[in-house]
Each structure stands twice: as C-alpha cells, then as structure tokens.
C-alpha cells in the first residue's frame, strides 16, 4: 500500500520580517548590498559591528534558507546565498506590519504618532537631564528607613572591659 505523500512547507518569504532575530537580520542587511555572497564573505562584513564564528553565520544563513528568505546554490564546497526580497520590499513589509498590528491599518496614525514621540522625547530631553543631575531626595531616604523593621540595639561596652 503506497503512502499519502508529505507535504512540504511552502517555501517564500516569512510571514513577517519582524520575526527575524537580529542575528539574521544583521546578516540579510550585508547580503543584500552585494546581492549574493558565501557565508565568509558575509562573515567578514559583519565582522566590524558583530564578531561571530564562521559555523554561527553558516548556520543563521541556513536557517534563513529553510525559512524561504534567502535562496542557495552550491559553488564549489561553499553555497552562495541571494536574498528572495530586496531591502526596499522588506522594510515595506516591515511597516506594513506595524501599521496593521499596532495602528489598526492607518499609515497616518503611525506617522501621528512619530511626529508626537519626537516633540515628547524633545520636551522631556531637558527635564530628564535635571532630573539625572538632581541629588536624591532624603525623604526617600526617610521613608526607607521607616520601613525596615526596627532591631533592638546592643548595649554600648567598651572594647577593654569585654576582654577583662
């Protein structure tokens, strides 16, 4: 009796380019200006900003080769890597993304929102620089102080009378 055949799983983009961790994101970010590279060559690239082992990156790229993200090919002994999206279709998805999760589909809500977290972070920039530059409060201090439990103190003695 022959067997139902397995389904496969589909191959293409992730869901979503928010759920890459930073590692791969890091290496899709120094494949796509080249368009294609092998995993040393992208090691090399994040070198500067991220040292990590030959087999890390090797294994990052093919995790994102089994997520449908980058395609590979074997050349030689090393597989070269090329993206399946562009960096412009991926922070499009990206956007996308947080526009429909977090602003119920509304571009303008996102961008209301841009513009009234750069005039709070602007306004606060000054309070907050006060703020770290003020001495603590001994009130705080005080109430601290009440709180803890209260412990009998030991009667004074003189050092030269517990040795006699």
């Not at 890091?26 to 090691?43: F, K, M, S, Y």
């Not at 500067?48 to 990156?57: D, G, K, L, N, Q």
């Not at 990052?60 to 590979?72: C, F, P, S, Y």
Request: net charge positive; proline share 8%; aromatic share 4%.
């Amino acid at each position: 009796m022959a067997s139902a055949p397995m389904l496969a799983k589909p191959k293409g983009p992730r869901r979503s380019i928010l759920d890459l961790a930073p590692l791969e994101l890091d290496c899709l970010n120094a494949l796509w200006p080249a368009g294609e590279a092998t995993v040393r060559q992208i090691q090399q690239q994040l070198f500067a900003s991220r040292p990590r082992a030959y087999t890390t990156i090797m294994t990052i790229m093919d995790r994102l080769a089994h997520k449908g993200v980058v395609t590979r090919r074997k050349q030689g002994k090393a597989y070269v890597y090329a993206p399946n999206l562009t960096a412009d279709q991926a922070r499009a998805h990206a956007v996308e993304q947080l526009v429909d999760g977090f602003f119920e589909g509304s571009p303008g809500a996102l961008a209301a929102h841009l513009a009234g977290a750069r005039e709070v972070s602007a306004r606060l920039q000054p309070r907050i620089a006060l703020a770290e530059r003020a001495p603590r409060k001994e009130k705080v201090a005080d109430e601290r102080d009440e709180r803890a439990p209260q412990r009998p103190s030991a009667p004074a003695t003189r050092l030269d009378e517990t040795l006699l």
